[in-house]
């Protein structure tokens, strides 16, 4: 499985954007991209996925270029509830034997008012 | 919408009793994990399951064993509780070529 490296912490304000960047130098051909974020208390929570170039869904966009080396996941306008640990995630989901993900250290991201 | 419930939200267990927690997910999913998470060390694979009766270890299963005997429903046992199994105990579900996993609430052990 890649390794995956991502900042530590990470604060911003109401209503600014936020783009956490994750590095992963030995991704595979077959391998695909995913963030998930992480309140306290509670099981990580699935935000995006992604192969290749952009994507975007209600939550949030996740920016790959195209040596797929690292991988940028933007929150656009973030709320004082975006205030959670966010972990990227790089792994093949079409083996069929257990697609077993490894959870890094995440980012802490701060949301002040 | 997946729902992937454990059966606990905190227990308090004594040192070397046996301790079941339990995870029943209602989606049909093949894959089913457990993984553990402290401050500073993040999520931690204990052990997960790909179809009924099979299992195979992660990346911290000693002190752990699992059960699963039907799909939906997939057991961490600890068969002798030490303080150092004092965490918050994740269970998790998905598809065999699923874009990303469903986890539970979370169940907090304490062992004393």
């Known amino acids: 499985l890649a390794k995956t490296t991502q900042p530590i912490s990470m604060d911003s304000y109401e209503g600014q954007e936020v783009n956490i960047t994750c590095s992963h130098n030995n991704i595979a051909t077959n391998d695909y991209i995913t963030w998930y974020q992480q309140f306290p208390s509670q099981g990580p929570r699935f935000i995006i996925q992604g192969y290749k170039t952009k994507v975007t869904n209600e939550v949030a966009s996740l920016f790959i270029p195209a040596d797929r080396k690292s991988s940028t996941l933007s929150l656009p306008r973030v709320s004082l509830s975006d205030t959670a640990v966010y972990y990227c995630l790089v792994g093949d989901y079409l083996r069929a034997a257990g697609n077993k993900l490894t959870f890094g250290g995440g980012t802490r991201v701060l949301v002040k008012p | 919408d997946v729902k992937v419930t454990q059966s606990s939200r905190y227990l308090v267990k004594r040192t070397g009793e046996k301790v079941f927690l339990e995870c029943v997910q209602d989606m049909d999913h093949e894959n089913m994990f457990w993984y553990r998470q402290d401050p500073g060390l993040g999520l931690r694979l204990i052990y997960f399951?790909?179809?009924?009766?099979?299992?195979e270890k992660g990346d911290i299963p000693e002190g752990y064993s699992v059960s699963r005997e039907k799909k939906e429903r997939f057991s961490l046992i600890l068969e002798s509780a030490s303080t150092n199994q004092t965490s918050m105990y994740l269970c998790?579900?998905?598809?065999?070529?699923?874009?990303?996993?469903?986890f539970g609430s979370g169940t907090r052990l304490t062992v004393v």
């Open positions: 399951s790909y179809d009924v009766k099979m299992k």
């Open positions: 998790a579900s998905s598809l065999v070529h699923g874009r990303g996993y469903t």
